[in-house]
C-alpha cells in the first residue's frame, strides 16, 4: 500500500502532493538524529504513520516544516528531503520554564494566567500488605478496596444432584458481566416460616424496587419465600435489618470459582476447575453437625465470577494451552503472554456475599472453601470477615491409586463426581503448588501416567 493512500497517514500530512513524493526521496547520506527536537528525517515519520497507531508521545508533537517552500526546487535533480521539527520542546526545558514562571507569580502581587502549565505526575503508591500477610510474588494483589455496588436481578431454584440450590445473578457497576451466585440454604424451602439457621438472602432482591411494584413482579424476579408452586405463592418482605449471626452454627461455607469453559462444559483435564465446581456444591450441601447427636442442613454460597482463565480470558487461555504444550506451565504461559500469573480481582465476590448478609462485621463470618492463600489474603483486604480456611484436595490426590469403576459418578459438570487423572492435571496440580504456593500436600509424580 502506499504511504499516501495509508488511514494512519493521510490525517498527518495535509501538505501539498509534491511535498509526498519529497519524503521518498532516496537519500546518499543518513542523517544522525541526536534530539528529539532536532530535524527530523519526513521519511521516518511517514514510515512510522504507515504502521501502526501510534501513542501520544509519537504522535501528539505535531510535526511540521518551517521552510516547506525550500524542498521544491525548480530543477528536479536538485530536489532534497524536507527536514521537520517537533513543536513539542524537550522535557527539561518545558520544566524549567514552568519553574520560571511560577517564581515570577509568586514575586509579582498581580499576574495574569499562564499560557501552558504543567501538571507533575503524583507518584503511584502500592498497597503495603498488612502486618503479617503472606504475599506470593507471582501472583497479582489486588487494589486498593473498591466500593462497587451490585444488584440481584433475579433468583430461582435449581434442583441439583447434590440437592436444591437457588441460583442469583447479578448486575454491577464495575463491569459488563452478569456474575452469579449458588445459594445452598435448604432451610429456605420451609413455607412455615421456621428457620434453623438465618436464611442467606439477598437484601437488593428483597427490596423495593419502585413505589408500584406489584406481587406478581416480586414473585417473577425470584423475590418469595418457600418454595413457590401453583398453591404457595408468598412474596418475601423488603429486609429492616441484616441477618442476625448464630454463634451456635457453624460459619457458612463459602467458595470464590471463576468460571472455567473447557473445564466445567467439555471436561478438560487440563485444570480441576470442574472438579472444583462439584465438589464445592458437593461439600456446602453437606450435613453440619451441632453438637453430640444434631445436625443441621448444610448452608453457604458458591459465587460464580466471569473472569475465564484467571482472568485473561478464553482467548488468551487457548493460547496459553498451546505455549503449554511447548513447555511451559500455566503461569510461564501467562507471563510469556503479557500476563500476570493471576488477573483476578475480588471486589465484585465480596459486594455479592455481603449482599448475601455474610463476611461483613454486623453479619455472619465466612468459612472459605479454597487451598489459594492470596486469595485469603485479598478477600480480607477486600473487607471480607474469613473466619476459618476450608481446604480442598483434589480427588486425584485424595485417592492414590486411582480404582477403575465402569460405573460413571455423577457430578454437577462435564467431569462429574470422579477423580480423573491425566498427565496434563498433575502438572498443573503440581505447578499451583510449587510456583503459586496453594496449601496442598505435595505428593510425587504418578509414573503409570507415563505410559
Given at each position: ?30 542523517r544522525q538524529i541526536p534530539r528529539r ?19 501520544h508521545h509519537h504522535a501528539g508533537h ?390
Amino acid at each position: 500500500m502506499a504511504l499516501t493512500e495509508s488511514p494512519m497517514l493521510a490525517p498527518h500530512l495535509g501538505e501539498p502532493q509534491s511535498l509526498l513524493d519529497a519524503f521518498c526521496t532516496p537519500r546518499s547520506k543518513r542523517r544522525q538524529i541526536p534530539r528529539r527536537d532536532a530535524f527530523i528525517d519526513s521519511l521516518l515519520i511517514a514510515t512510522v504513520f504507515a504502521t501502526d497507531p501510534q501513542s501520544h508521545h509519537h504522535a501528539g508533537h505535531a510535526f511540521y516544516s518551517p521552510d516547506a517552500a525550500k524542498c521544491l526546487p525548480e530543477h528536479p535533480a536538485q530536489q532534497k528531503s524536507c527536514p521537520y521539527v517537533s513543536r513539542q520542546a524537550p522535557r527539561s526545558s518545558r520544566l524549567r520554564k514552568h519553574e520560571d514562571s511560577q517564581d515570577e507569580e509568586s514575586a509579582s502581587p498581580c499576574h495574569l494566567e499562564p499560557t501552558s502549565q504543567i501538571t507533575p505526575r503524583p507518584e503511584r503508591v502500592a498497597p503495603v500488605p498488612l502486618p503479617g500477610t503472606p504475599v506470593h510474588p507471582l501472583v497479582t494483589q489486588p487494589r486498593e478496596p473498591t466500593t462497587v455496588t451490585v444488584k440481584c436481578m433475579a433468583r430461582t431454584r435449581i434442583p441439583t444432584i447434590h440437592g436444591t440450590v437457588f441460583l442469583h445473578l447479578y448486575h454491577n457497576d464495575y463491569d459488563n458481566k452478569e456474575h452469579l451466585a449458588v445459594v445452598v440454604d435448604p432451610a429456605q424451602l420451609s413455607n412455615n416460616g421456621q428457620y434453623s439457621a438465618p436464611p442467606i438472602r439477598s437484601h437488593s432482591l428483597d427490596s423495593v424496587w419502585t413505589e408500584n411494584e406489584t406481587a406478581e413482579e416480586r414473585l417473577i424476579r425470584g423475590a418469595y419465600v418457600g418454595r413457590l408452586s401453583h398453591d404457595s405463592q408468598q412474596p418475601s418482605r423488603p429486609p429492616v435489618n441484616g441477618p442476625l449471626p448464630a454463634p451456635h452454627l457453624p460459619a457458612p461455607l463459602v467458595r470464590i470459582h471463576s468460571e472455567c469453559f473447557t473445564g466445567e462444559t467439555i471436561g478438560s483435564m487440563r485444570c480441576d476447575c470442574g472438579e472444583q465446581l462439584d465438589e464445592a456444591i458437593r461439600v456446602i450441601s453437606q450435613p453440619v453437625p451441632v453438637g453430640s447427636n444434631r445436625s443441621v442442613p448444610g448452608r453457604g454460597v458458591v459465587v460464580y465470577m466471569r473472569q475465564e482463565g484467571r482472568g485473561i480470558g478464553l482467548l488468551s487461555k487457548i493460547r496459553a494451552y498451546n505455549l503449554q504444550d511447548l513447555g511451559h506451565d500455566t503461569v510461564s504461559a501467562n507471563l510469556k503472554l503479557g500476563y500476570k500469573a493471576d488477573e483476578r480481582g475480588y471486589e465484585l465476590a465480596v459486594s455479592i456475599l455481603r449482599d448475601l448478609g455474610l463476611g461483613s462485621e454486623q453479619g455472619e463470618g465466612v468459612r472459605l472453601l479454597t487451598n489459594n492463600p492470596d486469595k485469603v489474603a485479598a478477600l480480607e483486604r477486600e473487607g471480607l470477615r474469613v473466619v476459618e480456611r476450608v481446604p480442598m484436595v483434589p480427588r486425584s490426590w485424595r485417592c492414590r491409586p486411582i480404582e477403575e469403576d465402569s460405573q460413571r459418578s455423577v457430578g454437577v459438570t462435564m467431569v462429574g463426581g470422579e477423580a480423573v487423572r491425566g498427565v496434563d492435571l498433575d502438572k498443573y496440580l503440581r505447578t499451583k503448588v510449587l510456583r503459586m504456593g496453594h496449601m496442598l500436600p505435595l505428593h510425587p509424580p504418578d509414573r503409570s501416567l507415563a505410559n
